[in-house]
């Protein structure tokens, strides 16, 4: 896997960061991606003591960012062989009838067409190669829906869709693709969710242990260091306290 390259979106932060790091202290070439200027900037010179990185400042949701940015790579970060989709968060929590219209498009937008656009700019350097491994970075919420999930958990069972729709597509080809579908990940998440309330967010892990990024970024390694016939094609990944959405064993 050294001297691969790989594309990671969201990767200041969470799940993406952690696997930026991981991959850095593997030998991977590392292009990563976010809307946070200075964060980009600061993982990027920090990971450049391990490897070669080259940072990409965009937002998923602009389609010719997306392709302007994935153009303007040089000549020694063009040939892409790992695809990191994990860009994607969640805003608010609320009963149907009282959800707001700018979250739910924030939500299809990042999650969904964003992963989309991504891939659209990516994917044909890859068939052109005759080599590629796209991962998608789903969630349980994409398994099954909670209340007050609606349109989060429909962002991500469009992830779990698009994961198998596009393996179906690309069967016949040398590029693989799956998903890693995380449970509760002790990250940025909940702070998004819940606009900047910290202290609600930090009640959503109290009382267990919730998966940390790396365990994650972990899981995501094992997946792209398989040998070639071998494509994990969907992984589910949970805390030992979580056994779905709706059942955390939390101690008082």
Known sequence: MKNSIALITGATSGIGQATAR??????????LCGRRSERLQQISQELSEHTSVH???????????VNKAIDSLPEAFKNIDILVNNAGNAHGLDLIQEGNSNDWDAMMDINVKGLLYVTQAVLPGMLERGKGHIINIGSTAGKEVYPKGNVYCASKHAVDAINQGMRMDLNGTPIRVGAVNPGLVQTEFSEVRFKG????????????TPLKPEDV??????????????NIADLTMMCVDQ???????KQA
Do not use: C
Request: aromatic share 10%; net charge neutral.
């Open 197 to 208: 309330d910290s202290e609600r967010a930090d009640q959503v892990y109290k009382g267990y």
């Open 217 to 230: 970024a972990e899981a995501i390694w094992f997946a792209v260091t398989r040998p070639p016939h071998v």
């Open 55 to 65: 940072p990409l400042q965009f937002d998923v949701r602009d389609k010719s960012a």
């Open 22 to 31: 991981l991959m850095a202290k593997e030998g991977v070439k590392l292009i």
């Open 243 to 249: 056994a779905s959405s709706m059942i955390v064993n």
